[in-house]
């Protein structure tokens, strides 16, 4: 079975904090993305990766940026955290092409 | 700009009770259309994919159906674990994945 694996489930931040989210596949997937789900708005498609050190800019890359150093990784990061920033965070992967995604079990983070 | 739309946004069911979610969209170069099912405070969990106008996939009481402009997700005969919100998305020319905002089925027993 595929494995998505985000390195938290719950984080509080404050304000002006810079967070990492990190998750990791083990599927050898090429494709890897981040998305936010906020109630009544579904997932917004925030950066997604098709290779190591690619990335492309989603449905609302401001306030983050992203990290893939490594096939396996992905990572997400705010470079300074805002109150309009909380939400649930859910990572996923593919394989290259039209296939489905898998998804993390998210991160619900709060910044306070 | 890809475009998915679901309705209703929530369906309340009695055990037993047939029913279907409409997933509407407009996207460029359709590559696929995806279903997945998300539990409460989870990751959504993939269910099926649809390439082309009618096609059809089932899964135990679930079907999935497909047109040129719209995905059906028929629930037949639903039970309580059934309950969930149901996401619809598409993937277009560009590989990005677009979501719409569910629709969370509730059945009563």
């Known amino acids: 079975d595929v494995k998505v694996t985000q390195s938290s489930r719950y984080l509080v931040k404050r304000t002006g904090e810079k967070v990492f989210l990190e998750c990791v596949q083990d599927?050898?997937?090429?494709?890897m993305f981040w998305y936010r789900q906020d109630p009544g708005l579904g997932l917004r498609l925030i950066y997604f990766?098709?290779?190591?050190?690619?990335?492309e800019k989603g449905d609302i890359p401001e306030g983050y940026s992203v990290s893939r150093e490594k096939k396996e990784r992905f990572s997400l990061i705010l470079e300074s955290a805002s109150t309009n920033q909380t939400s649930m965070y859910l990572c996923?992967?593919?394989?290259?092409?039209?296939?489905?995604?898998?998804f993390g079990q998210g991160t619900r983070l709060t910044v306070v | 700009e890809d475009q998915v739309t679901q309705s209703p946004e929530a369906l309340r069911l009695q055990e037993g009770e047939s029913s279907s979610l409409n997933c509407s969209y407009t996207?460029?170069?359709?590559?696929?259309l995806f279903w997945y099912r998300q539990d409460p405070g989870k990751g959504p969990e993939f269910l099926f994919t649809l390439y082309s106008a009618g096609e059809e996939k089932e899964k135990e009481r679930l079907k999935a159906t497909l047109t040129k402009k719209e995905s059906f997700l028929h629930i037949t005969a639903p039970k309580p674990e059934d309950s969930a919100t149901y996401l619809c998305a598409v993937q277009g020319g560009d590989y990005k994945l677009s979501f719409g905002a569910g629709t969370t089925v509730t059945v009563r027993a």
């Open positions: 599927m050898d997937h090429e494709n």
């Open positions: 990766s098709y290779d190591v050190k690619m990335k």
């Open positions: 996207v460029s170069g359709l590559r696929g």
């Open positions: 996923a992967s593919s394989r290259l092409g039209n296939t489905e995604a898998f």
